[in-house]
């Protein structure tokens, strides 16, 4: 995926009318958690080879085990056909914050390191807001 200069705001107002409201809240909770660090709408293929389009907080150059460097973001929010996912790319010990906090933020469904969700409504936003602040605290040595 490959990183934009696309401006956040006219990306979020161009979406379509049912799903608007839910990335605006969202937004607004992660750029509130990640004002420091910015954020960037990347857009390309994804895990799968499906075309995405996905809200990325927190951009910095990931270095895989590998040695390969990619750019991607700590925490990013897209609009899929049928829900709204979350992405959450930090590890607690061993263990994928998705996974590990996912089951308190309400109505999801929650993957390795995802959470997808129908609305705004269906989750705890106080508990968003913690993951986010999670992810960021475990994040910061990567973004420095």
Do not use: C
């Not at 907080?57 to 979350?86: C, I």
């Not at 705004?120 to 999670?134: C, I, K, T």
Request: proline share 3%; aromatic share 10%; net charge negative.
């Amino acid at each position: 995926m490959e990183r934009t200069d696309t401006d956040i705001d006219r990306y979020l107002a161009g979406l379509p009318d049912d799903v608007r409201h839910d990335m605006v809240a969202i937004d607004a909770i992660a750029s509130e958690v990640f004002a420091d660090h910015g954020k960037a709408l990347y857009v390309g293929k994804f895990w799968g080879g499906s075309d995405q389009e996905i809200i990325g907080y927190a951009p910095h150059m990931y270095r895989r085990p590998n040695g390969t460097e990619v750019d991607w973001f700590v925490v990013g929010l897209a609009v899929q056909k049928n829900y709204l996912s979350m992405y959450i790319s930090a590890v607690e010990g061993r263990e994928y914050l998705s996974e590990k906090y996912g089951p308190d933020l309400g109505k999801v469904k929650v993957g390795k390191s995802s959470i997808s969700f129908h609305s705004v409504d269906d989750l705890d936003l106080d508990a968003v807001r913690s993951l986010f602040a999670r992810a960021l605290e475990l994040s910061v040595d990567a973004l420095d």
